[in-house]
């Protein structure tokens, strides 16, 4: 395991249809992040799973996204009706956490969309 | 709310001259403070981070040091090299929100 996947690494839809996104975060972490970072700015925070629960949503995360971590090992990021807006770079990010605190965040490479 | 500033680039250098990339943040408490670089169709890699006031993080060359006073955390590095070019990101992590806090990112190009 040599590090955070993401796939597709980029992705062309048409405005109007679903697309799903994959990441693997580092097998030991349990703690996986979702980020969207669109072009001259920095990663946005969109939402953040500890294990299977997802504790936090940013309001950058409206209804037609959801996100998913059913066991605690992978995850993926749906989003509903495509609007041009949503073209960006989804990166996901993982890290371990507990009680005595939290590793840094190592990042994937990332999900380039773009809605067309 | 918290958030963090950084200069704006594209920052132009040539080979070996001295970098400084200006970070200022805005927090409560005691947030810990991150530098990420992204090269060229890559991913976000930790470059150096400290955890609390006073603390110096360092890796390939490049230092900052936490101020709390000046609430900075400025990106250095003696003697930049081509192979620097890519863009650099402060960012903050507090307490237990776990998320970073982004700043907007620097361009660097390093010319031979």
């Known amino acids: 395991d040599t590090g955070v996947s993401q796939n597709p690494r980029h992705k062309i839809t048409k405005r109007g249809q679903n697309v799903t996104f994959r990441c693997d975060p580092i097998s030991e972490h349990n703690r996986l992040y979702w980020y969207r970072q669109t072009l001259g700015q920095g990663p946005e925070f969109l939402t953040y799973f500890q294990n299977e629960a997802q504790l936090e949503k940013s309001r950058l995360l409206s209804d037609r996204f959801s996100a998913e971590r059913p066991k605690g090992s992978f995850s993926t990021l749906e989003i509903q009706r495509t609007e041009q807006g949503d073209s960006a770079m989804y990166l996901c990010?993982?890290?371990?956490?507990?009680?005595?605190?939290?590793?840094?965040?190592?990042f994937g490479q990332g999900t380039r969309l773009t809605v067309v | 709310g918290d958030s963090v500033t950084q200069m704006e680039g594209p920052v132009t250098l040539s080979e070996e001259a001295f970098l400084t990339i200006n970070c200022t943040y805005t927090a409560t408490g005691y947030p810990s403070l991150f530098w990420y670089v992204q090269y060229p169709g890559e991913g976000l890699q930790l470059l150096l981070k400290?955890?609390?006031?006073?603390d110096k993080g360092s890796n390939k060359g490049f230092e900052a040091t936490y101020r709390k006073e000046t609430t900075s955390f400025h990106l250095e590095k003696g003697s930049v090299q081509v192979s620097d070019s890519a863009v650099y990101f402060c960012?903050?992590?507090?307490?237990?929100?776990?998320?970073?806090?982004f700043g907007t990112g620097t361009l660097l190009a390093v010319q031979p």
């Open positions: 990010a993982s890290s371990l956490g507990g009680t005595t605190g939290i590793t840094e965040a190592f």
């Open positions: 400290a955890t609390k006031a006073d």
């Open positions: 960012a903050l992590r507090r307490g237990a929100t776990n998320k970073l806090i």
